[in-house]
Nanobody, 127 residues
């Protein structure tokens, strides 16, 4: 099992930046694919970005591509989400997720792919 704890959320003005971190417990972090999802009030939880176990493969939602960057440091058991050019519509509770599945074509954008979830960190972007 793996436990996930997000941090780095906060209040920022439109156009600003934040970096979210997700610290994972356990000694097998490097075997997990990782993802970031977000949920705004009254909306479904949606995919933001993912990174495979080695860090060599990333995937982004169209709404954040070019503005957000996902990365990981397996030595620190941590995955990051660098968010630039933030918009008010990026306001949401951001969740980190982990999956122990690894195969070609894995649907990294689907919630059911991930077995482990953090509690979330709030990001609020003011206009």
């Amino acid at each position: 099992q793996v436990q996930l704890v997000e941090s780095g959320g906060g209040l920022v003005q439109a156009g600003g930046s934040l970096r979210l971190s997700c610290a994972a417990s356990g000694r097998t972090f490097s075997r997990y694919g990782m993802g970031w999802f977000r949920q705004a009030p009254g909306k479904e939880r949606e995919f933001v970005a993912s990174i495979n176990s080695s860090g060599g493969g990333t995937y982004y939602a169209a709404t954040v591509k070019g503005r957000f960057t996902i990365s990981r440091d397996n030595a620190k058991n941590t995955v990051y989400l660098q968010m630039n050019s933030l918009k008010p519509e990026d306001t949401a509770l951001y969740y980190c997720a982990a999956t122990d599945e690894d195969y070609i074509g894995i649907p990294v954008y689907t919630r059911n792919t991930y077995q482990y979830w953090g509690q979330g960190t709030q990001v609020t972007v003011s206009s």
